[in-house]
């Protein structure tokens, strides 16, 4: 009699058993290869090997050298780093300002080579609205300028947007009549008015009050919560970064490059003050002076 042990053994004898030429094992299913993993979403805005120059009387000046970065669609990406770094330069030529002496710009996998309306800027300067223009007419002018809209309906979407930063009641109201920060919500709306598949935003609050800059965010986040665009934006301020971005790259002084990337998903306006943000805010102040650290992207 065959105990059940016996059966088990030679079950395994069996498989070990040298098998006769042409012998198929039909129970047994061939190995099949592991599935590879599904591709991520490629990058909306990928910097790829960017040196930025440019000239003074003097000596051609180093920007940037050989930055790496990948912006995916909905991103809040910050530029952070120390004054002379090249984040500025760095995003004029990803709106087309500026062309690297060596490296690449792509938007949506297309070489940016030119300034474009899938692309709009808000600088740090209040003045940057025509005077002689209505809130309202600021707001519409690029619509009617790039033919993406006619009159009524360019004018239909300023006032939307005129709404979402809080101004419609001075709709009317010329630029002169308005605060620097209410000049700033203007460029805001003007730019979320032309849809861009990038807004860039160079330092827009720095020159504020602590109290309007901190509104500024607020408004900023919500209107990133409700239209979910793509952000990329420089600040030479940590608490800034954290509260903004959901990835900020740390660049090292100048010439530019890519000490650090890290990941600020956990912050937002109301972690300011609690021990994890402060304890953020001190890792990326010494990242930002350690000056003997190598680039590096850790995430």
């Known amino acids: 009699m065959i105990s059940a ?3 088990s053994d030679l079950s395994v004898l069996e498989l070990a058993e040298p098998r006769p030429r042409g012998f198929v094992r039909r129970d047994v299913a061939p190995a099949r290869p592991a599935p590879e993993p599904a591709p991520g ?6 910097i790829r090997g960017v040196t930025l120059e440019y000239r003074t009387p003097q000596r051609v000046v180093r920007a940037t050298h ?3 970065l990948d912006i995916h669609a909905a991103d809040r990406f910050v530029l952070l780093g120390p004054s002379g770094c090249g984040k500025s330069t760095l995003l004029k030529a990803a709106a087309g300002f500026i062309t690297p002496v060596e490296g690449s710009i792509t938007l949506a996998g297309a070489p940016v080579r030119a300034p474009g ?3 709009i800027v808000v600088f740090q300067e209040f003045d940057q609205l025509p005077p002689w223009k209505t809130v309202a007419q600021n ?8 033919k993406a809209l006619g009159r ?3 004018q239909e979407r300023a006032r939307h947007y005129i709404d979402k930063v809080g101004l419609t009641p001075f709709a009317d109201s010329y630029p002169h009549q308005l605060s620097g920060g209410m000049k700033q919500r203007v460029a805001i709306a003007r730019a979320l008015a032309m849809q861009p598949r990038v807004l860039m935003m160079d330092e827009p609050f720095a020159a504020l009050d602590a109290l309007t800059r901190r509104r500024m965010q607020e408004e900023l986040l919500a209107l ?4 979910r665009f793509t952000l990329l934006f420089v600040t030479h301020s940590i608490e ?3 509260v903004v971005g959901n990835r900020v790259a740390l660049l090292s002084p100048h010439p530019g490059r890519v000490r650090a990337e890290f990941n600020s998903h956990a912050f937002d306006l109301s972690s300011i003050g609690s021990e994890a943000f402060q304890a953020a805010v001190q890792r990326l102040h010494a990242r930002l002076f350690d000056t003997d650290a190598p680039a590096e992207a850790a995430r």
């Open 139 to 146: 707001v519409a002018f690029p619509l009617r300028a790039a």
């Open 66 to 68: 050989r930055i790496d």
């Open 152 to 154: 009524r309906e360019a």
């Open 41 to 46: 979403p490629s990058p909306l805005l990928q």
């Open 224 to 227: 990133w919560d409700e239209a």
């Open 5 to 7: 042990a016996t059966l």
């Open 117 to 119: 309306p899938d692309r």
């Open 240 to 242: 800034e970064a954290l």
